[in-house]
């Protein structure tokens, strides 16, 4: 069964930071690139970082660039979110997706998602 699984969210106060966690199961990610997405309640969701797994390539939105490191462990078919300077507007359920390729913005070029994991900044 293809599937990945978040995992790494909680609870933390403004400035502080998490790792999330992106783990493929049912398949390698060798030649899939990974984006970490989130949504706000009320809002819709949004992109934030993504991934080609194949040549480690990255890109990262405006509002998480240079707060938020996106890395690979080939070993554990893991990809993971740093997550540093959260903000409250951080807050959101962030999701990731693979798709085979390279990485892309947009959302529904994904084909597996997760199913989600909590991240709340507050003080």
């Known amino acids: 069964q293809v599937q990945v699984v978040e995992s790494g969210g909680g609870l933390v106060q403004p400035g502080g930071s998490l790792r999330l966690s992106c783990a493929a199961s049912?398949?390698?990610?060798?030649?899939?690139?990974i984006g970490w997405f989130r949504q706000a309640p009320g809002k819709e969701r949004e992109g934030v970082s993504y991934?080609?797994?194949?040549?480690?390539?990255?890109y990262y939105e405006d509002s998480v660039k240079g707060r938020f490191t996106i890395s690979r462990d080939n070993a554990k078919n893991t990809v993971y979110l740093q997550m540093n300077t959260l903000k409250p507007e951080d807050t959101a359920v962030y999701y990731c997706?693979?798709?085979?390729?390279?990485?892309?913005?947009?959302?529904?070029?994904?084909?597996?998602w997760g199913q989600g994991t909590q991240v709340t900044v507050s003080s």
């Open positions: 997706a693979a798709r085979y390729g390279i990485l892309s913005n947009v959302g529904y070029e994904y084909d597996y």
């Open positions: 049912g398949f390698t990610l060798d030649y899939y690139a």
């Open positions: 991934i080609s797994i194949s040549d480690g390539s990255t």
